[in-house]
């Protein structure tokens, strides 16, 4: 299974970006509202300046409290965003995420961002990859 066949069972609404001056409590607003646990930081909605996740916002708010919900996105983002491609293999994305320890990623063509993929994304789909493996081995079995 490639990344780009698990885009394509994904809604196609693009990914969620907050510009970099958005403040802290604006983007935990964007997370709670679109139901998404990360938000790429990009100025124009293509070049990535960041990534936050739910994890930055509570990582700061456990250290700082509540002061660093008027900061900037920028201040508490990941700078170095681990990327993939479409042509990349769903199991070799699930193993950048499972040693980088994040859930996210975004999908890039040249420099240009063009969508994003959670964990629950490529689970979902190797799940569903696997059941009809399952289904096709047991119709070979039983000689259907
Ligand atoms: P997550 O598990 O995705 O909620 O993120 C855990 C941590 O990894 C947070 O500090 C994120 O900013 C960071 N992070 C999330 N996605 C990526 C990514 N694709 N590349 C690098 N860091 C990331």
Redesign the pocket.
Known sequence: MLVSQILKTKSDDGVVTVAPGTTVAKAAEVLSARKI??VVVSADGKHMAG??????VVRELGRRGPTCLSDTVDSI??A????CTRAERADDVLQKMTD???????VVEGDEMVGLISIGDVVKARLAELAMEKDALEGMIKGF
């Open positions: 646990g990360a990534i936050v996740s739910e994890r930055d983002m990941t170095r965003v681990v990327t980088g320890r994040f859930r996210h990623i975004p």
